[in-house]
């Protein structure tokens, strides 16, 4: 199948729940993956594409609720909870920790589909937003160790003289290295690669704020 349409992970110890929810979800033209329990879950192949996982908060292994806090940070897809025995703080805690929604058996398919349907535009902004930094950072290693120096200097202000001083360069050698860094990360102007390095977390160590004037 398209790993391009979008596709809802399944886990549920409820066979009957697993084959209704499958059906109508590829009746609504996604594809599905069905799992039994957290383990199962745990030890499958993680879709590449835009994803959802509809998950039960009862499962015979560990509850749906310890596995979100274990996935945290994990890049998992965004999380919708579904329960036939849902309350108000296993709803707040789920939430809190980031679930898109937190489903109480039985709902209705509208209100399903409009949990899922979050879901998948929460994950396809969050896999735009990982394929941007991997190419930022792609374009990063392609500097030389002497540009990585000369980069956060020039993000932070300093003047072409002021990181030349830091570096110990010529101010003319300082300003073809600055070139060569604003050509390989892309970067239009200065404020577009301060926007790239902020995004790329590159640490700023120096600033002309409090500098005496010369």
């Known amino acids: 199948m398209n790993p391009e349409v979008p596709i809802v992970l399944i886990v549920d ?3 009957r729940v697993r084959e209704a929810l499958g059906e109508l979800l590829e009746a609504h033209g996604l594809r599905v993956a069905t799992y039994a329990s957290a383990g199962e879950y745990a030890g499958a192949e993680k879709p590449r594409g835009p994803a959802c996982l509809l998950l039960d908060v009862e499962l015979p292994d560990i509850n749906g609720l310890d596995l979100q806090a274990q996935l945290a940070g994990a890049g998992h897809p965004p999380i919708v909870f579904i329960t036939g025995h849902g ?8 939430i809190k920790r980031g679930a898109v929604d937190f489903l109480t058996k039985p709902f209705s398919e509208q209100t399903l589909m409009a949990a899922i349907d979050a879901a998948l535009v929460q994950d396809r902004d969050a ?4 394929a941007d930094l991997d190419r930022l950072q792609a374009r990063y290693e392609t500097l030389t160790p002497r540009e990585r120096e000369v980069l956060p200097l020039i993000v932070s202000g300093l003047l072409n003289k002021q990181a030349a001083a830091q570096l110990d360069l010529s101010e003319v050698t300082l300003q073809v290295h600055r070139r060569n860094v604003l050509r390989k990360m892309g970067a239009a102007s200065l404020p577009d690669l301060v926007r790239i390095a902020g995004r790329l977390r590159i640490p700023v160590t120096h600033s002309r704020r409090g500098e005496k004037k010369a």
């Open 13 to 15: 110890d409820d066979p």
């Open 87 to 94: 309350d108000i703080p296993s709803s707040v805690r789920a």
């Open 127 to 130: 896999l735009a937003e990982r």
